[in-house]
């Protein structure tokens, strides 16, 4: 049985810091390309940042060099720290996994930027 589990989100004032985390079960975790999406409210999801299965990553304009991806093979848990934090990054953050054909999810942790 396939599972992607995130946990990490929060209430957190602007500027601050959170660090996401999705453990994954029941894949191959090495072979899979992982992302990272986040979806607000009224708004089409869209991806975040991403990570291939050899360490290649890639992030949406908008939290280059306040955002960061990586995973960790052992653990087969991939991680996004967010710095900098802004009301506008607000959303539920979905954890993803890709290979070939076989597309995965997890159920997603709130992440909310406010004073």
């Known amino acids: 049985q396939v599972q992607l589990v995130e946990s990490g989100g929060g209430l957190v004032q602007p500027g601050g810091s959170l660090r996401l985390s999705c453990a994954t079960s029941?894949?191959?975790?090495?072979?899979?390309?992982m992302g990272w999406y986040r979806q607000a409210p009224g708004r089409q999801r869209e991806l975040v940042a991403s990570?291939?299965?050899?360490?290649?990553?890639n992030y949406v304009d908008s939290v280059k060099g306040r955002f960061t991806v990586s995973r960790d093979h052992t653990k087969k848990t991939v991680y996004l720290q967010m710095n900098n934090l802004r009301p506008d990054d607000t959303a539920v953050y979905f954890c993803n996994a890709v290979f070939r054909s076989r597309d995965y999810w997890g159920q997603g942790t709130q992440v909310t930027v406010s004073s």
């Open positions: 029941g894949i191959i975790f090495s072979v899979f390309d």
């Open positions: 990570i291939t299965s050899v360490g290649i990553s």
